[in-house]
C-alpha cells in the first residue's frame, strides 16, 4: 500500500508594493520563498534584500516579464531583489497568479485605491 504525502509548497506567487520614494509605488509580482515572507512579516529581515523569481509586472492591458520580449530584455534572468526598507506591502496570491494563465485573464488584477 502506497501512501500518498502532501508535497508542502516552499514558494508563493506574490504582489509587492515598493515604494521608489520621489518616484512614487510600484508593483511587482513574483514568486517568493515562504520562509523569506514569513521572515519578512515576522520583522525578523533588517537591512537586507528579498529575492523575487519570475518577476513581472502589469502596464496597462500589457504583461511584462524580466527575461522575456525584446532583445534588451531577454539578458535579464528573472530574478529581482528588493530592499526590505523599499516594500510597502506583500499580497499573496492564488498559485495560478503566474503571467500567460487564461484562466484568470483579467480576475487576478484587483483595482486597489490609488492606483491607476
Known amino acids: 500500500m502506497t501512501k500518498k504525502t502532501s508535497k508542502k509548497t516552499d514558494k508563493v506567487?506574490?504582489?509587492i508594493e515598493v515604494n521608489k520614494f520621489t518616484e512614487g509605488i510600484i508593483v511587482f509580482r513574483g514568486q517568493l520563498n515562504v520562509s523569506d515572507l514569513e521572515a519578512w512579516a515576522h520583522g525578523e529581515l533588517?537591512?537586507?534584500s528579498l529575492k523575487i523569481e519570475n518577476t513581472y509586472w502589469h502596464r496597462g492591458e500589457t504583461v511584462y516579464m524580466l527575461g522575456k520580449g525584446d532583445k534588451l530584455a531577454k539578458q535579464?534572468?528573472?530574478d529581482t531583489y528588493l530592499r526590505v526598507d523599499t516594500i510597502m506591502?506583500?499580497?499573496v496570491l492564488r498559485?495560478?497568479?503566474y503571467p500567460g494563465n487564461k484562466e484568470l485573464a483579467g480576475e487576478?488584477?484587483?483595482?486597489?485605491?490609488?492606483r491607476g
Open 46 to 48: 533588517v537591512d537586507c
Open 108 to 114: 487576478n488584477i484587483f483595482p486597489f485605491p490609488g
Open 89 to 91: 506591502a506583500i499580497f
Open 95 to 97: 498559485e495560478s497568479s
Open 13 to 15: 506567487w506574490v504582489e
Open 76 to 78: 535579464y534572468t528573472g
